[in-house]
């Protein structure tokens, strides 16, 4: 009986080496209302994968990574990875509600869970878009709660050393940022009432057109680019609203900083969507006098500008809030 034992105890050894020697990721997922057919898993910088998604939402394969710190996209949307060869990760989500939905199994599940926490708790910092606006004492008061709920999560102690390292960097470095993101906040806010920056930026549909041109008529810019994700999340709910103020004193601007290495990608996305509006594209990226003078450091960003050109909202709500049209109606109507 003894021996039984002693063999059995060698024989689950021997199946968990085997598992932990793995040379590669298993990763398979369940997600519902899926935003396309493939899955790229980025690790490095590098696309290490390109997964196809049945009708179902489900697939299942194998990839092998070079160190954790990971990442998948599914054309619109980008979540965070850690993964390490051996693991095997089981993923369920609904793609509408992409961060929110989030739920991990199976070996590497803690640390991956522990990320999409973290993420939907970094979002709301962002989102609720009142960081600008807080006092000094409830700003650090925030910074403080954060640096609890990060070290909190970071606290099983069956969580990958390595994974913990990277976190404890990753909050501290998002401190930093939030710190800039306030900054940046509060010189934006301080552009409105102020008469805007002119432009005059190539249009689609042939010439150049000013920013200048459109005095006597709200503005509306879209500043997006092909390439971002949340800016391509945006374009219907832009649509619908540029088609229920037609015909009211309103112009609705596209400006993309797309590289001019891909003039051609961004000529062909707006016809090939039908994108309607004004489509322009900046002389210089990120760093178009434009861009520059409203402080764009991420994208998507919309600038309400008014008929005498003066900036109602230099950080005007995305389309798909409800608030945008409720904002509209007041000054239109």
């Not at 034992?5 to 997922?29: D, H, R």
């Not at 899926?34 to 009708?55: A, L, M, P």
């Not at 989500?93 to 599940?109: L, N, P, R």
Request: aromatic share 10%; charged share 30%; hydrophobic share 35%.
């Amino acid at each position: 009986m003894k021996q039984l034992f002693i063999a059995g105890l060698v024989l689950f050894s021997t199946f968990n080496a085997i598992a932990q020697s793995k040379k590669y990721v298993t990763f398979e997922a369940n997600i519902a209302n899926r935003n396309s057919d493939i899955i790229k898993i980025i690790n490095k910088g590098k696309i290490v994968k390109t997964i196809t998604v049945d009708k179902k939402g489900i697939f299942k394969d194998t990839l092998s990574v070079d160190g954790g710190r990971s990442s998948f996209t599914d054309g619109v949307e980008t979540s965070e990875l850690f993964l390490k060869n051996g693991y095997d990760i089981k993923l369920k989500m609904d793609a509408k509600q992409f961060d929110e939905s989030i739920v991990y199994k199976g070996k590497g599940s803690d640390e991956n869970n522990v990320l999409a926490q973290r993420i939907l708790a970094d979002e709301k910092l962002y989102d609720d878009g009142k960081v600008g606006n807080l006092d000094d004492i409830s700003f650090y008061k925030l910074i403080e709660e954060k640096k609890t709920a990060d070290a909190k999560r970071l606290s099983n102690k069956k969580l990958d050393p390595e994974f913990v390292k990277l976190e404890t960097e990753r909050s501290q470095q998002d401190i930093a940022y939030l710190i800039q993101h306030r900054e940046q906040a509060q010189k934006v806010a301080a552009m409105n009432n102020q008469t805007t920056p002119d432009f005059e930026y190539e249009n689609h549909k042939g010439g150049k057109t000013k920013l200048s041109d459109l005095k006597g008529k709200y503005v509306y810019i879209d500043l997006w680019a092909t390439w971002c994700g949340p800016c391509r999340a945006e374009i219907p709910f832009l649509q619908k609203i540029e088609e229920k103020y037609h015909g009211k004193n309103i112009e609705f601007v596209s400006v993309s900083i797309d590289a001019q290495k891909d003039h051609d990608k961004w000529q062909k996305f707006v016809t090939d969507k039908q994108l309607g509006g004004i489509q322009l594209i900046a002389d210089n990226e990120w760093n178009s006098d434009f861009a520059k003078s409203y402080n764009v450091m991420s994208i998507p960003r919309f600038i309400l500008i008014d008929p005498q050109g003066k900036v109602v909202d230099s950080n005007a709500t995305r389309p798909s809030d409800q608030a945008l049209q409720t904002q509209l109606d007041a000054l239109l109507n």
